[in-house]
């Protein structure tokens, strides 16, 4: 019936893709089902079914691929991807988020059995979005791979990867980074290390070198590509804080007196830039600091937690200052330039903007 016919599930998938299609599409649109038994040369489309949707003066057509395994690399045609006539599609048991962004940014459309659904077309306009499971329904089929960078460790060995531009691998990696294998939240293992690079490497981040050294192809785009999932609030569970000596005096104090503290965000970005005889882009109004002992700093500073007015971020990040645990080290009291970028772009308004002149600094002097 399909090119897959011999594998189980295949004819239901398509089964219930066609009636999920009828929810949004009304059934006098929907001429055919076509199916590659019947195509005068269907070998080696890549096509599963072709579904015939006359929308209007626009006679297009879904051309469908099923993917009983998501992991799998795609089959369809560039050509089905160029006609004006043609919608391609991609469904599934189950997509995940990595699987979702990956067949959008290539121009096709999906849909799986748990309700994730994109239809996407040039001309006429079209664009059906819905949001199904976040999660594999069948945690057994489930692969062990990474679906986000919002981790603190996927966030440090991208920071790793913009400062040095490559790494032979996920092994040499945590032996450059000098993290050790181990079973702590913190820390940066082999195994975390492989899965970051291997979604990397899916989503197309990675020069092509045959499966060798990691080569980063664009560093703003793997910067931007962090952000998406990276917050420096919540990947780092910073908290908010109010202090009477005002956010100059608090970060006097805390460097007075020695306490281990980098200073991230506008005014991260400040001190980096005049530090290189340059002008900052916009004045701090507010202070970010990752802190190896955050109730110390509170202590030290008189903070006052208020989670919805406070000017001053306190992330607790030990791991940041045990040299031994962490590259690359703060530079003085400043986080390390990239990281300040990404914390930057990871918010709204004028600390994105923030960030993206500082990650384009960053990008036009990397080595």
């Not at 980096?272 to 500073?301: C, F, H, I, S």
Request: glycine share 8%; hydrophobic share 40%; proline share 7%.
């Amino acid at each position: 019936m399909t090119r897959n016919t011999a594998l189980f599930g295949t004819s239901a998938l398509l089964d219930d893709f066609m009636a999920a299609i009828h929810t949004f599409v009304p059934r006098s649109q929907i001429r055919c089902v076509v199916h590659p038994a019947t195509f005068p040369s269907g070998a080696g489309t890549g096509v599963d079914a072709i579904v015939c949707w006359t929308l209007g003066p626009f006679n297009l057509q879904f051309d469908v691929e099923i993917k009983l395994d998501a992991a799998a690399p795609r089959a369809l045609t560039p050509s089905s991807k160029g006609s004006k006539e043609i919608i391609p599609v991609v469904i599934a048991r189950y997509l995940s988020p990595v699987d979702r962004r990956r067949i959008m940014s290539e121009g096709s459309s999906y849909w799986d059995s748990t309700g994730n659904v994109l239809i996407q077309h040039a001309e006429p306009l079209i664009r059906i979005e819905r949001e199904g499971a976040q999660r594999s329904p069948e945690p057994t089929e489930r692969e062990d791979r990474l679906e986000s960078l919002k981790g603190r460790g996927a966030a440090r060995v991208v920071e790793y990867l913009l400062t040095s531009g490559s790494t032979t691998g996920p092994r040499d990696l945590v032996r450059s980074m000098h993290f050790p294998d181990f079973d702590d939240p913190d820390s940066v293992g082999v195994a975390t290390a492989s899965r970051v690079l291997t979604l990397l490497r899916e989503e197309n981040f990675c020069e092509p070198t045959g499966g060798g050294a990691i080569v980063v192809k664009d560093r703003t785009a793997l910067a931007r590509r962090l952000i998406e999932d990276y917050s420096f609030v919540r990947s780092n569970r910073a908290k908010r804080y109010f202090s009477p000596m005002g956010r100059e005096g608090a970060l006097t104090t805390l460097r007075s007196k020695g306490i281990s503290a980098a200073v991230t965000g506008l005014q991260g970005a400040a001190e980096y830039l005049v530090g290189k005889d340059m002008r900052p882009t916009l004045p701090p109004n507010d202070l970010w600091l990752y802190a190896a002992d955050a109730r110390q700093v509170e202590q030290v500073a008189q903070l006052e937690f208020a989670p919805r007015d406070g000017d001053i971020y306190v992330a607790d990040a030990p791991w940041m200052f045990d040299t031994h645990n962490y590259y690359p080290a703060p530079v003085g009291h400043r986080a390390y330039p990239w990281r300040i970028a990404f914390d930057l772009m990871s918010r709204d308004g004028r600390h994105a903007q923030a960030g993206e002149d500082l990650l384009a600094e960053l990008v036009r002097t990397a080595r």
